[in-house]
């Protein structure tokens, strides 16, 4: 059974594992069913046309050589255009050997009369910014498949190192990279495939993947039926304020939608803005004192709609009181005045905006910056974009691709708390809460832009949880053992 099915495989990983695959099985072996791979992917998407493979030094071109061997046997016209000849004893040198068709200087007149261009130059082996020379090359042709990364993008990041030019397909193997779903990377792979190359399962011993991908089955939703009751469910409760309460009421509805079994609005002095809202919301004026008794009302979503202001009449109380506390939007905002004031939340939900006010600017890796930002803090991070990366302070980390630009829209970030609120409500660890929360948001967001042209708003996106809810868990029942990740993209 193939472990991990849903692990991103940083290169570092990808490496070691290819080192212990060494010892059952030979890399240029590998190397065949990698190029097999790619070479089929090409030829299931592409007409025959004139192909030039662009080979790097290392495995990567490798790769390319034995793309360039198969295209033409297939009847191809191929060429390679290499960077330097991979040196002997190397598995490059095996797949080099193997290839009898010509090899071009690499030069852009080599790339004259091509269609298409196989970018082997350099995958999970780039080190440094790529220069100049190689990303012209790179650009001389505009169709281009990249293997396993197009050359400049980093595995790990996502980031671009020098230069990258987009390809409109990337085909990886065994498990994708994060750099696959993290920006910028993610919208230079175009298409991606991720391949099976037969790696022996001794490979994936001594390791344990550190990212993951964001899919039912990483998390399982809390089943409902019969001898369900509404405290069994989960209650939610909303710090509400007396600025924004659309924002409030945004959170409120989501929780609602999600499955809550009771969603209370700690309004306080401005409880007659809430109370012609939706009737099966409840709203509480009393002083917040009183409602903290309340032990059945662990979890208490804070900052939607309130002011900074506001957040510091409530947050201290809901933290004293040890409350379960999802903190966001104006919570943030009190909190990047001086961070230990968000000390013992559950979880925080920034966007990067907001993530660099708390924790400072973000250089390199954002997945490091979430995870030590949520060490930092000791509270789950949820950094929001469109590659939202969760993050807890015991290092597990995963990475969301199932969300649409649709969901860019205002209150939305509101949606979303209530969302992760419900199922931490409902007794979901965490991590785990926020991941399949973001995983929901997302679903909801996809189906409310089919239903409304692609431009639903706030509102709209909390219809549609409910379906959500229902396909995520329909989703986690599939057998992930034969369905790993490669098959879900
Ligand atoms: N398990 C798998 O997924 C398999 C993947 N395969 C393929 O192997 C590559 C990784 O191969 P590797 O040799 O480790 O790395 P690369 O080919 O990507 O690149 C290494 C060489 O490139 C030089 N380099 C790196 N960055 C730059 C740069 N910016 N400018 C110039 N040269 C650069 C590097 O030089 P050094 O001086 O740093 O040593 C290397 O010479 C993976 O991506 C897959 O395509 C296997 O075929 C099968 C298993
Ligand atoms: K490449």
């Not at 050997?97 to 090899?103: A, D, H, K, M, Y």
């Not at 609120?421 to 948001?441: D, K």
């Not at 967001?445 to 396909?471: K, N, Y």
Request: aromatic content about 6%; some cysteine; hydrophobic content about 45%.
């Amino acid at each position: 059974m193939p472990p991990y099915p849903l692990a991103l495989l940083t290169p570092e990983e990808s490496d070691m594992m290819d080192h212990a695959a060494s010892a059952v099985v030979p890399v240029a072996q590998l190397m065949e069913n990698a190029g097999w791979a790619v070479a089929r992917a090409i030829r299931k998407r592409f007409q025959k046309c004139r192909v030039a493979v662009v080979c790097g030094p290392g495995n990567n071109g490798g790769d390319g050589y034995v793309v360039a061997r198969l295209l033409a046997r297939w009847g191809w016209s191929v060429r390679v255009v290499a960077m330097g000849a991979p040196k002997e004893g190397r598995p490059a040198f095996v797949a080099a050997s193997g290839w009898g068709g010509p090899v071009l200087p690499f030069e852009k007149a080599s790339l004259e009369g091509i269609d298409l261009l196989v970018d082997a130059v350099f995958g999970s082996g780039l080190k440094r910014p790529v220069s100049d020379d190689v990303a012209e090359m790179l650009a001389a042709v505009p169709r281009r498949v990249a293997i396993d990364m197009p050359s400049g993008v980093s595995g790990e990041t996502g980031e671009v190192l020098g230069q990258a030019q987009g390809c409109a397909l990337t085909v990886t193997f065994v498990r994708p990279r994060p750099g696959h779903f993290l920006e910028p990377g993610r919208g230079l792979c175009g298409e991606l495939v991720c391949a099976d190359i037969a790696m022996p399962e001794q490979a994936w011993s001594g390791l344990t993947p550190k990212i993951s991908f964001n899919w039912p089955g990483l998390w399982e939703l809390p089943v409902s039926g019969e001898g369900d009751y509404k405290y069994r469910r989960g209650v939610v409760s909303v710090c509400g304020g007396a600025v924004m309460p659309g924002a409030t009421r945004l959170a409120a509805r989501a929780a609602r939608r999600t499955g809550a079994g009771l969603v209370r609005i700690a309004a306080r002095k401005a409880a007659e803005a809430y109370r012609l809202g939706d009737p099966g919301l409840i709203i509480d004026d009393q002083p917040l004192g009183s409602l903290l008794e309340d032990l059945r009302r662990k979890v208490w979503i804070c900052g939607p709609g309130l002011t900074p202001e506001e957040v510091s009449e409530v947050l201290p109380a809901l933290l004293a009181a040890k409350k379960t506390v999802l903190a966001d939007a104006g919570a943030l905002a009190w909190g990047a005045e001086d961070l230990s004031r968000l000390k013992g939340v559950a979880a925080v939900t920034p966007h990067i905006g907001e993530f660099k006010k708390l924790f400072g600017p973000v250089t390199g890796s954002r997945t490091e910056a979430a995870l030590n930002a949520a060490r930092e803090l000791n509270a789950v991070m949820v950094m929001k974009g469109a590659d939202t990366i969760i993050a807890a302070p015991d290092g597990r980390i995963a990475i969301n691709a199932h969300a649409t630009s649709a969901l860019a829209t205002a209150g939305s970030g509101d949606t979303l708390t209530g969302v992760i609120g419900t199922l931490m409500a409902a007794g979901m660890e965490t991590w785990e809460a926020c991941c399949a929360g973001v995983w929901l948001h997302g679903e909801a967001g996809i189906q409310a832009a089919r239903d409304h042209g692609g431009w639903p708003v706030a509102e709209d996106l909390d219809l549609p949880l409910g379906e959500a809810r229902s396909v995520a868990t329909e989703l986690s029942k599939a057998d992930l053992s034969k369905n790993p990740v490669a098959a879900l993209l």
